[in-house]
């Protein structure tokens, strides 16, 4: 009789988790695959996190995904911890090893580099300086990630200037706070705008930003998904700038994570991207 293919189950850890699209990602992949396995939604309180981790390898996860609000708990939990997840702050992914040891990664700085050569293959983190709103988690991938693709100055900005100032002492020379009076100006002469706050999401104000110092030629991204286009990118675009919506963002992280539970690099199809955009 021909090996069986073992059976993998994976899936995404949170409280609340009902609104994760991600259940959609990987179950399609699972399916292009041809592999058997499911990625199931983990709905866990944060005081059960630790048991809740614990459990995957008896339950045979391979790994889940993490997110609000165990992202920065799961870091104490682990018993190994990537560089990039250390250097991030918080770990959104999670893989089982062969003997049961859990490893906490990140995978959203990947994402967000990955959403930005999607939307422009010929963009370059070197092309000129980058302005990032928000000192977040969010914020914190983004810096990683622009730092490492080569960025050679960050511009950040976050309506609490002391946290700003913190993020960007940590970061190091590269990047520079930019007090929250001066938000504005500071986008003269950026190559490219990140939002990675919750501003112009559903039911939250649009992001205060003026636009007017901004090149026509710079990017504009925002990690948001719901809308798909928020205010600050539809002012972008109408005004002639290229934008990137959040969600490639979510649909790229997703990818290095299926592939070290299944084994297999998945891609972004059209027929992927109208089952995820079918959803909202």
């Not at 259940?23 to 699972?30: A, F, M, R, T």
């Not at 002492?169 to 990047?175: A, R, Y």
Request: glycine share 10%; hydrophobic share 45%.
């Amino acid at each position: 009789m021909a090996h069986e293919q073992p059976y993998r189950l994976a899936g995404v850890m949170g409280w609340p988790v009902a609104h994760s699209r991600s259940p959609i990602l990987h179950n399609y992949w699972i399916e292009e695959h041809g592999l058997r396995g499911a990625y199931v939604l983990l709905p866990v309180q944060p005081e059960k996190i630790e048991q809740a981790l614990r459990a995957l390898p008896l339950l045979g996860f391979a790994g889940c995904n993490l997110t609000i609000p165990h992202k920065v708990a799961a870091m104490a939990i682990v018993d190994h911890l990537e560089p990039l997840a250390r250097r991030i702050g918080a770990a959104n992914t999670i893989v089982v090893g062969a003997d049961g040891s859990l490893s906490g990664r990140n995978t959203d700085a990947f994402g967000f580099i990955q959403s930005l050569l999607d939307a422009q293959p010929s963009w370059r983190a070197d092309a000129g300086p980058a302005c990032v709103v928000g000192a977040g988690g969010a914020a914190r991938a983004v810096i990683a990630g622009l730092l490492d693709a080569g960025a050679l100055e960050i511009r950040l900005s976050n309506r609490s200037d002391a946290k700003a100032v913190d993020m960007a002492q940590e970061f190091g020379s590269l990047v520079h706070a930019i007090p929250w009076g001066e938000r504005h100006a500071s986008l003269e002469g950026v190559a490219l705008l990140v939002n990675t706050t919750n501003q112009g999401m559903h039911d939250q104000p649009a992001l205060d930003l003026r636009l007017s110092a901004l090149p026509k030629t710079a990017l504009v991204s925002d990690i948001v998904y719901v809308p798909l286009e928020t205010p600050l990118l539809q002012e972008a675009r109408g005004r002639g700038n290229m934008t990137v919506n959040g969600l490639g963002m979510l649909l790229n992280q997703a990818r290095p994570a299926f592939e070290a539970w299944f084994g297999q690099l998945p891609a972004i199809s059209p027929a992927l991207m109208g089952k995820v955009l079918s959803s909202f």
